[in-house]
Nanobody, 115 residues
């Protein structure tokens, strides 16, 4: 059984920071690349950042230089540090494997960037 539990979202002013966490249960975490995804109202879910098992990371152009993805394999946890947040970053953020596994989406965590 695979489960992803996201946390750390909230309301933040433009320019602020948040750190998201995702704890993965099951045995696949250490052998799988992971990704953070987001879905804004009325838009499709999109990949924000991904990280390989040896912590090589890639980012969507819209977040490059502002977001940092990391993972702690000992804790089965993947993080997303988000700095210099913008209103257009407002979305529900999810973690999943990369490529994603459709049957294992969690509840996500809401990030709202607003003054």
């Amino acid at each position: 059984q695979v489960q992803f539990v996201e946390s750390g979202g909230g309301l933040v002013q433009p320019g602020g920071s948040l750190r998201l966490s995702c704890v993965a249960s099951g045995s696949i975490f250490r052998s799988r690349a992971m990704g953070w995804y987001r879905q804004a109202p009325g838009k499709q879910r999109e990949l924000v950042a991904r990280i390989t098992t040896d912590s090589s990371a890639n980012y969507a152009g819209s977040v490059q230089g502002r977001f940092t993805i990391s993972r702690d394999n000992a804790k089965n946890t993947v993080y997303l540090q988000m700095n210099s947040l913008k209103p257009e970053d407002t979305a529900v953020y999810y973690c999943n494997g990369f490529p994603w596994m459709a049957m294992y989406w969690g509840q996500g965590t809401q990030v709202t960037v607003s003054s």
